[in-house]
């Protein structure tokens, strides 16, 4: 295995080889609110990704990953970052599913869909949120009953992010109608290219779509294509969340300093550098920044037995409300050429961070749902009332 700083250099030396020819117009492109941007040359960059090795970099050699240790897979992010190379089409897959299915997949399932993961062939949406089911996810009415061999599936999933462009779904759905809640729920693996799939965009804030409407009417999927017993896909949800955000934070903290870089810029170019309240918001950006990469680093740790206390539930309220705050600051900064909009007109950077990042206080559990996480499970707190 390379010491970190050969590492360092083989993936940068790759990038440079790489995010060249066809690939060269996808740098910086497909973040928040440019999803829209080169799905297609993106989805080949997520093969061309494969091949090199690329994905699943701390996954078990024997499930056919690299078993990198931690360091090395936050170098490549940190690099992937700094290359500016496209937001990935396949993270759901390498970030989600597939450390889901190492923690509980059957070795059938791992040989059946880790490699579709691994070589970018396979993408995946997450099916867990209903229009009743969201912060309380234990109100998921998706219902799913077997018959003839196959799972049938019933049901509506909302704020589904890239559906339309996956293949397949992990979807958490009721399998016990007469359980409640979180009991008689089950998590099954459903392809989305079938006539029982409707996938309907949901035009956003920024004006593209990066999440959808999913509507199942007697979707079907394989008997086997079920993670963990019938009726235990509570836990296997739960696990699936725990690993939500992992070492690529380290490449989400890269290109937080780039913004933070472009706003200083555009405060110098504008002039409004000399507003005090302007500088004073700018430091504590800055500020905000440092804390972020501490906190981070408290947040990882590289033994795999590490279970986290609420340090993801604290990293998320810094993170969330920051990211927020900077997405004011760039347009502040920016001044009037700010408020440009309009038909046929494409956002800048500034404003696309503004809008986007209204969602970051919202998804991945909302700032109000975190902050009852860490009075109740951190402090101790008397529960609230349900
Ligand atoms: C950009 C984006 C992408 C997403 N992608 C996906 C995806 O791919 N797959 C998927 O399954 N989901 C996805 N989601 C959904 C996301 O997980 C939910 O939006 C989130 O869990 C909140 O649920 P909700 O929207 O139903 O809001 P609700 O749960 O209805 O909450 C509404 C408001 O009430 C507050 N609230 C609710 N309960 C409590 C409580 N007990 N105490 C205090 N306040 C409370 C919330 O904090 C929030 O402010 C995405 C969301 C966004 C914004």
């Not at 020819?21 to 297609?40: D, K």
Request: some cysteine; proline content about 6%.
């Amino acid at each position: 295995m390379p010491g970190e700083e050969a590492f360092r250099a083989q993936v940068r030396g790759w990038l440079a080889a790489n995010l060249a020819g066809e690939f060269a117009p996808l740098v910086g492109s497909g973040g928040p609110g440019r999803e829209h941007e080169f799905v297609a040359e993106r989805t080949a960059w997520e093969r061309r990704l494969g091949e090199g090795g690329w994905i699943g970099l701390g996954w078990p050699e024997s499930d056919g990953g690299r078993g990198l240790p931690w360091p090395h897979q936050v170098i490549f992010y940190e690099e992937y970052a700094r290359a500016g190379a496209p937001a990935r089409v396949g993270h759901m897959g390498e970030q989600l599913l597939g450390p889901t299915l190492l923690m509980f997949g059957t070795a059938e399932q791992r040989a059946r869909f880790l490699p579709g993961i691994l070589t970018g062939t396979e993408l995946w949406c997450q099916g867990y949120s209903e229009p009743g089911a969201g912060s309380d996810l234990a109100a998921v009415a998706t219902r799913a009953r077997l018959d003839g061999g196959e799972w049938h599936l019933d049901g509506q999933k909302v704020w589904t992010s890239l559906a339309h462009i996956a293949d397949w779904c992990f979807v958490l759905a009721r399998t016990d109608p007469a359980a409640e809640r979180h009991h008689g729920l089950s998590y099954l693996l459903v392809p989305m290219r079938q006539p029982g799939v409707e996938v309907r965009p949901i035009v956003q804030l920024t004006g593209t779509s990066e999440f959808n409407e999913v509507f199942f009417d007697d979707a079907t999927t394989g008997e086997g294509d079920i993670v963990g017993a019938p009726g235990d896909g509570w836990r296997v949800a739960m696990g699936t969340l725990a690993v939500e955000r992992g070492v690529s934070t380290f490449g989400q903290q890269l290109a937080y300093q780039r913004e933070f870089e472009a706003v200083l810029a555009t405060a110098r170019e504008t002039g409004t550098i000399d507003d005090p309240e302007l500088s004073a918001r700018i430091v504590e950006a800055w500020i905000g920044l440092q804390v972020m990469r501490y906190t981070t680093l408290a947040t990882l740790r590289p033994e795999p037995a590490h279970t986290p206390g609420t340090e993801p539930n604290v990293a998320k309220l810094i993170w969330g409300p920051w990211h927020q705050r900077l997405g004011e600051l760039a347009v502040d900064v920016a001044g009037p050429a700010a408020t440009v909009t309009g038909a046929g007109y494409d956002l800048d950077n500034a404003q696309r961070l503004l809008l986007f990042s209204r969602a970051e206080t919202i998804y991945g559990g909302s700032a109000e749902i975190q902050r009852n996480v860490v009075a109740e499970r951190g402090l101790g707190l008397p529960r609230e009332g349900r």
